[in-house]
């Protein structure tokens, strides 16, 4: 049996943060194009030569004058190469013997750049974006080196204005945490840590991290794998106090209902579900706080954020409970309402689109269609304490969604087909962080669908699995039994909204700056 693997789609180049500090660069050319090459490689800490007029450019003669650049001559001469050993060379000017001039230096393994001429590159300058430590770089290979400035203007638009500051503040937790921990078998939980704060914080927290904050951090991370939001400015306290059980749905704040945007504004304390999308917690303006819900954990973190809100109402504060999806699926909400109601506080209750409905038709996948599912059944794939839950016997003509599933995803699965009666061809998808940006679906059968998320990297919470013959109703034909997209009905995979904009294709290719 032939393995599913990616099939490679040749012609591309191959992206590269090449680390060029203290590395020996010759710049030929006497213009902008060489000036910009010249101020790329010194923010690079190359050492950089140059061979240049210095006529037409104000620039390149100040670099020069100021001991910036090395000024080999204003004529190039083959001993150039000789006399010391170059790892890139730029060529920046017109000149017939260009060939030759290219040649000479792959003779001597020198990787060169020549504007202008494609053809003659081992490698593309991009059109780069840089906040600090962070770069991104867009290529066009050499295509349309203009357009490729404005896809880097397209992309970096909407990236938040501190997020240097962010990648920064990481940089230094990541360090911190090594050095807490510093054991190689602990790696795996250094990254499993790191990656959650990343994934749930917003980027503004990230780039306001304290020194003491990261502290704190560390100390949480030392006494158990979870984590605390940062608290925020303290607001004034009310009256009387109450408790909002806030459905925040599947993670877009545009389906989030008027009531909730209203109530999260108000609020003075919300108390946040792990898995709720940055995008939603950005909209708190008061303190909050993140659950440190891990497996093995649930229940005492569920314990203390009851605690904490049974607190802060007692405080006569207005207290947001803001839970993923809708409070009463899988969300604890009765639970709480109990506990509540025990102390004589009625919480307020509020529905929110359940990803359970939502999820699967963001994905293109219709839970009923008429002929192939009368039915859709919702489960959980995680019962108490993170043991085996009850399944479900396979119903050809029913839609089954199991939420909480995931990460036991292998053993689930054992189980549906060799207990449950599942056929093992039977189609699949699991849908990763459903309507936010990087929404993600990952369809295979279900004997595939374990080692298809693991050729995509593994899980990217929230996700929940769909499994039933529905999800081949509305799936594009150029999708085959496997594969990975936004949405599995359009052709491009993007969501329906956006299948017709072809400049979003365009950011799935490398794209350079270097030819002019």
């Not at 921990?181 to 602990?186: E, F, I």
Request: hydrophobic letters at 40%; proline letters at 4%.
């Amino acid at each position: 049996m032939t393995p599913t693997v990616p099939v490679p789609e040749g012609g591309a180049s191959l992206m590269l943060a090449f680390q060029a500090k203290q590395k020996n660069v010759i710049v030929i050319g006497d213009n902008a194009i060489a000036a910009s090459r010249v101020l790329s490689c010194l923010e690079a800490d190359s050492k950089v030569y140059l061979v240049s007029k210095l006529i037409n450019s104000t620039e390149l003669a100040y670099r020069v004058e100021q001991g910036q650049v090395s000024l080999l001559g204003d004529e190039f001469d083959i001993r150039f190469l000789e006399e010391r050993r170059f790892d890139l060379g730029f060529i920046c000017h017109k000149d017939q013997q260009i060939q030759a001039l290219a040649n000479a230096f792959r003779s001597r393994f020198i990787p060169v750049n020549v504007s202008d001429h494609p053809e003659l590159c081992d490698f593309f300058m991009t059109s780069t974006y840089r906040d600090q430590s962070l770069q991104i770089a867009v290529s066009t290979n050499g295509q349309a080196s203009k357009l490729s400035s404005r896809i880097k203007r397209h992309v970096t638009s909407s990236l938040p204005a501190n997020i240097g500051d962010a990648v920064e503040k990481v940089g230094v937790l990541r360090k911190k945490v090594r050095q807490s921990d510093p054991s190689s078998a602990a790696s795996i939980r250094r990254m499993k840590w790191l990656a959650q704060i990343c994934e749930y914080w917003s980027m503004e927290k990230l780039a306001q991290l304290s020194d003491n904050e990261m502290e704190n951090l560390l100390e949480a991370y030392q006494n158990d794998e979870g984590y605390e939001s940062i608290d925020s400015i303290q607001t004034t306290s009310h009256i009387s106090g109450s408790i909002t059980l806030l459905g925040s749905g599947t993670g877009d704040p545009d389906l989030l209902t008027m009531a909730a945007h209203k109530i999260i504004k108000e609020a003075d304390l919300v108390l946040a579900d792990k898995i709720v999308p940055a995008e939603v917690v950005a909209l708190v303006e008061c303190e909050l706080k993140i659950a440190r819900k891990f497996p093995g954990n649930a229940n005492a973190a569920q314990e203390e954020f009851n605690e904490i809100a049974l607190k802060a109402v007692k405080q006569g504060k207005n207290v947001v409970r803001l839970k993923q999806g809708d409070p009463y699926l899988f969300g604890r909400g009765g639970e709480e309402v109990l506990f509540f109601r025990k102390h004589g506080i009625v919480p307020r209750v509020i529905p929110g689109i359940s990803s359970t409905v939502a999820a699967p038709l963001l994905a293109g996948i219709p839970l009923t269609h008429r002929s192939v599912a009368s039915q859709f059944l919702v489960t959980t794939g995680t019962g108490a304490s993170n043991s085996t839950a009850p399944l479900p016997t396979f119903d050809a003509h029913r839609t089954d969604v199991f939420l909480m599933a995931i990460h036991r995803l292998e053993a689930l699965i054992i189980d549906l087909i060799t207990k449950q009666n599942y056929p093992s061809d039977l189609p699949c998808a699991i849908i990763e962080r459903a309507s936010c940006k990087d929404q993600r679906v990952i369809w295979a059968t279900l004997s595939t669908i374990v080692k298809a998320l693991e050729r995509n990297g593994g899980s990217r919470p929230p996700g929940l699995l769909v499994v039933g013959h529905t999800i081949n109703v509305l799936k594009h034909e150029n999708k085959g039994i496997e594969g990975v997209a936004a949405n599995i009905m359009t052709a491009s995979g993007l969501p329906v909204e956006q299948d017709t904009v072809k400049s979003s294709s365009l950011l799935s290719l490398h794209d350079p700056e270097s030819v002019y």
